[in-house]
């Protein structure tokens, strides 16, 4: 049986996030699985490197499925655009090794959130960034940032209540870059938890806008509560711009 | 009475241009005036720098109303913004002088064409940009370009017929870069002719592909027909980026 590896880029504006769900069609797993059944003439199951959820984007989102038919990928290249919606695309279609998992060979991913940092609002980012009006300090975001970097217990900033999974994780690099009213922090590290990266930009927000103090974040790493970070900001500023296997 | 200036913003999927139509209100010199009717209170008239075809998008369209109200520029632009629908944006609302006209005074202006230059849709490009499969040459396209700049006589690059009005425009920059699949050509110049920048964008794809050589551009100037020149490329990778005045 092949094992068939996907990079796939998508608007998520239209779309109830990546996975399958009972109550909706309308997820991203749910479209690619129609059409790929279709395509194979098999029932076929796609997994990505992680869900995304309601409203986020990806740019490089990471995905595979196996499959007894016979088509190139060069076909099937042209068969799934062919058929995709206008805001979902994939980029390649390649052989993968037959044990490679998107999800569980993930060795880390890279997110951007954008921010529109002006009391006008932008037209052509409008699905794609946040709007937030009040001035925001790049120096002290920077000074925040810094506290996040390496390996923390990340609980205080994930939505999930009682897990016995580990919460802790690796932030490799925060990289925070202005251009005119453009904001884009971009977060780099061994994984994410669920709503890690906008709460970790709510919380930023928040030090940027003079409301917190840069080392108040290191004290919410410390005490681990949710209650302590900052507010969930909207998905739509949220893409997945690349997943990192070995 | 005053004169009001407004810096404006607009995506121009969802319009039937900039100019007003008996045929049609979804126009968005249309959509402005009833706005601004309403904010006045008394009938108000509009004027751009110069018409956008429909799906031809604007970052910096620069328009003028006079009025007697006497609202504040500030109170103006929350009131604008907070009316208008999200495709459209007022950036700056300011006092300009007596007898400012945005189109008769405009010394110039300067337009933006993207193409996406790969086999492989760009989902978040698609509405901004004109997806070209064919490998374009860069070096190609930036010889040819260097035969446009200057005063010349234009009539072989716009759709309009038999004018009396003179078709000689000077270009004073054609600007091409590429960013991996994202071809950018920005064109300045003191005033273009109806359809120019797109039969220009048209003529340039043809010799980046090799249809045609880059001096080819100068012999079209010479002959001044339509027909030497090449396809009127789609709207939507337009983009009015700036006008400038005095």
Known sequence: MR?????????GTRYQ???KQVSTDNTLQGKMETLLTRMCGEPIEVHASGRTDAGVHAKGQVAHFHT???????EMHRYINQYLPEDVAVLQVSEAAPRFHSRLNATGKKYAYQIINSEVPDVFLR????????QLDVVALRQAAAYLLGEHDFRAFTSLKKTKKSTVRTIHEIDIAREQDLLVLTFRGNGFLHHMVRI???TLVEVGSGKRSPESVQQILCKGNREDSGMLVPAKGLTLLEVYYE
């Open 200 to 202: 970790l930009v709510g």
């Open 17 to 19: 996030g990546w996975q």
């Open 68 to 74: 007894d038919s016979t088509m190139s990928v060069e």
């Open 127 to 134: 699905r794609y960034a946040w709007q937030y009006p009040e």
């Open 3 to 11: 094992n068939i590896r996907l990079l796939l880029q998508y608007e």
